[in-house]
């Protein structure tokens, strides 16, 4: 598959434990945030979403975390398992406007066995 | 279980050849994007298109890019000549603005297309 960044911050996780992925936003004015996981050879898939109207939801063993403050994502995953093993993405956008994504440049999490 | 399709998976081409790559949006998706992914530049946005209009291309090289559909069912991207700086793994996404009555921003993304121009 394709590599997506041979310089990607990479996280290592021991299986079983929880990872927590950091994202910086870049514009303030951004009211709408997709978090995305790309495994090798495959294209992105949505995992969760949040609206700036929240700082925290929940799905099925992720948590998105928001902090308009100093405009930062995070994405938590517990009980990381191998199948957890991809790139992740944050997206940020104006749900107001054009539907247009901007995507951070991504985080390799590897999950140990 | 609905998906997006691109055709090819993979192309390689010399540069100054003309590339076509094909996107069948989900059946019933207004909104679809080509997005084009390098390791330098991650995944940077081309063009979208709402109802098969054109909505905004100004992401995409206007002298040798563009980006049509057709009909509902089809999105194209064309390159012509390609060059080796275009090679990159190009994605189709499609989405609807409208999701069970509800405003949905979730984009579903293609496998992709790997393009490599030598």
């Known amino acids: 598959g394709e590599s997506v960044g041979l310089h990607l911050p990479t996280l290592s996780v021991q299986e079983g434990d929880n990872s927590i992925i950091n994202c910086a936003y870049s514009?303030?004015?951004?009211?709408?945030f997709i978090w995305y996981k790309q495994e090798s050879g495959k294209g992105p898939q949505f995992i969760i979403d949040?609206?700036?109207?929240?700082d925290k939801r929940q799905g099925q063993r992720v948590t998105v975390l928001l902090n308009k403050t100093v405009k930062h994502l995070s994405l938590q995953i517990a009980a990381t398992q191998p199948g957890d093993s991809a790139v992740y993405f944050c997206a940020e956008t104006l749900s107001s406007g054009t539907y247009k994504y901007i995507f951070g440049t991504g985080t390799r999490l590897k999950v140990l066995a | 279980d609905a998906r997006v399709t691109q055709t090819p998976r993979h192309k390689v081409t010399e540069m100054g050849q003309e590339v076509t790559m094909r996107c069948q949006p989900i059946?019933?998706?207004?909104?679809v994007f080509w997005y084009r992914q390098t390791m330098m530049q991650g995944l940077e946005l081309l063009a979208y298109?709402?109802?098969?209009?054109?909505?905004?291309d100004s992401g995409m090289p206007k002298d040798r890019f563009s980006a049509e559909m057709p009909d509902a069912t089809l999105a194209t991207l064309k390159i012509q000549p390609s060059e080796p700086r275009d090679s990159a793994v190009y994605f189709c996404?499609?989405?609807?603005?409208?999701?069970?009555?509800?405003?949905?921003?979730?984009?579903?993304f293609g496998p992709g297309t790997r393009l490599t121009v030598t």
């Open positions: 298109f709402r109802n098969r209009a054109p909505l905004d």
């Open positions: 996404a499609s989405g609807s603005r409208l999701a069970g009555g509800l405003l949905s921003y979730e984009q579903y």
């Open positions: 514009n303030s004015a951004s009211d709408y």
């Open positions: 949040i609206r700036s109207n929240m």
């Open positions: 059946l019933g998706h207004n909104t």
